[in-house]
């Protein structure tokens, strides 16, 4: 699999940084990044792109001489399968990294419970996804976790804005219902249920009947056919499948594409990773998926083509936003640690860090005290809807970032 391969080009580059000789000085001026995530299972594609991203910005300051005399080190935290002890195993080895200046991750837990540990070791804590598990730890107490910050926004338009894009996609012809139905998949994890439950009132309010609910257990799946067989027995004009896991979500968009039915399929999010092109190939064509703090299209924001030109430079291969994501974590680190001057002085690097206004590849970042998300709206972080084409990934919502139009998925025509 590509993870596994990036996996491995990933853990050579690392070496390649760990053994290339440094003056003296510059050897007691190493900063660890330590990228918590998981390295197994099925969201490895995410760590191991988020690690990338991390090393390859990493590699560039260190090769324009570091920050006064500071060089980077970056180094993988393994959470494996995100069980509670392999989480909390990774962060009692982060805590005893005596060089270490910050975290950075994609996300260290589907719940985020580890942040009340990585609250007590104090060092900065920056993550990209799950942000209602996040908000809804902080949000009681946010002093408490003054060195914890997300640079996604509220997943809250998650939960909202489909049944918008799917109005918009009457509208304009591209999409043509016999009828207001839909079925909807939820995944039982900490991320997808939210999204899931969300998502069913949104509908319901539009006027949308449901034809199929389910829940499928949050573990890898191979075999979707039992339910995919359920639901061609009453086809609905909708099908929702929020599955995050890019592996899983290829399995059940080829098992569809078995015998599809003539409805619009919407897979939340998996579709972003890489590895889900690469494991349905033309299959993919005609699904919708979304994001939120999704980098924006390289045709209009150029700090996304930056990135990704260097990327792919480097790996041979685009990034999901993970890459591209901790690769802007780290130069936000750079950015505090020129001010602070002290990697040391967690307090300080965690005020600067509370205190980002910058743009960067998903929009202005700028966090909300209250919850130490990202702001999500008209001049921050917008929500992102996405059809795959043909291999190439086309934003269709909102108008003001879309690099094409919605079109009929091909199994509909």
């Not at 000789?21 to 390295?39: E, H, I, M, N, R």
């Not at 719940?111 to 996040?134: H, K, L, R, T, W």
């Not at 997300?150 to 043509?176: C, H, K, N, R, W």
Request: hydrophobic share 40%.
């Amino acid at each position: 699999m590509r993870s596994t391969i990036s996996l491995l080009t990933a853990t050579a580059m690392a070496f390649g940084v760990a053994l290339t000789p440094l003056p003296a000085s510059a050897q007691d001026k190493t900063v660890t990044l330590g990228v918590l995530g998981a390295f197994a299972g099925p969201f490895a594609a995410d760590a191991v792109e988020g690690y990338n991203g991390a090393l390859l910005a990493a590699n560039e300051i260190n090769a324009a001489g570091g920050i006064d005399g500071y060089t980077f080190k970056v180094e993988q935290f393994d959470t494996r399968e995100m069980t509670p002890d392999a989480v909390l195993a990774a962060v009692e080895r982060l805590k005893a990294t005596q060089d270490l200046g910050a975290i950075v991750t994609p996300f260290g837990s589907l719940s985020g419970f580890e942040m009340d540990y990585v609250a007590e070791i104090g060092v900065p804590y920056m993550v990209a996804a799950n942000s209602n598990q996040y908000r809804s730890i902080i949000q009681p107490d946010p002093d408490k976790f003054k060195n914890v910050w997300s640079l996604a926004p509220s997943y809250d338009a998650y939960q909202t804005e489909l049944p918008v894009v799917i109005d918009e996609m009457i509208a304009d012809g591209s999409f043509s219902p016999g009828d207001k139905t839909y079925a909807i998949i939820g995944s039982d994890n900490p991320y997808s249920m939210p999204i899931y439950e969300g998502l069913k009132k949104a509908m319901d309010a539009k006027g949308w009947q449901m034809t199929f609910d389910d829940v499928v257990p949050a573990v890898e799946i191979n075999d979707w056919r039992v339910i995919l067989n359920k639901i061609r027995a009453n086809p609905p004009a909708v099908i929702i499948n929020t599955e995050a896991s890019s592996s899983n979500a290829a399995s059940f968009m080829n098992q569809f594409m078995e015998e599809p039915t003539k409805s619009l399929l919407f897979i939340q999010y998996a579709p972003s990773v890489p590895e889900f092109v690469e494991l349905t190939r033309n299959n993919s064509t005609g699904v919708l998926y979304n994001m939120l703090g999704g980098p924006i299209s390289a045709a209009v924001w150029p700090r996304t083509q930056e990135i990704g030109d260097k990327y792919k430079a480097a790996y041979g291969y685009d990034s999901s936003i993970y890459g591209y994501i901790c690769y802007e974590m780290v130069y936000l680190y750079a950015d505090m640690l020129k001010k602070v001057g002290d990697p040391k002085d967690y307090e300080t690097m965690s005020a600067e860090l509370a205190a980002t206004d910058k743009e960067m590849v998903h929009g202005r970042v700028k966090f909300d005290p209250a919850t130490h998300l990202s702001l999500q709206g008209d001049g921050y972080l917008p929500i992102q809807f996405y059809q795959i084409w043909e291999g190439d990934r086309v934003t269709i919502y909102p108008k003001e970032y879309a690099t094409g139009k919605s079109q009929t998925p091909p199994w509909m025509q």
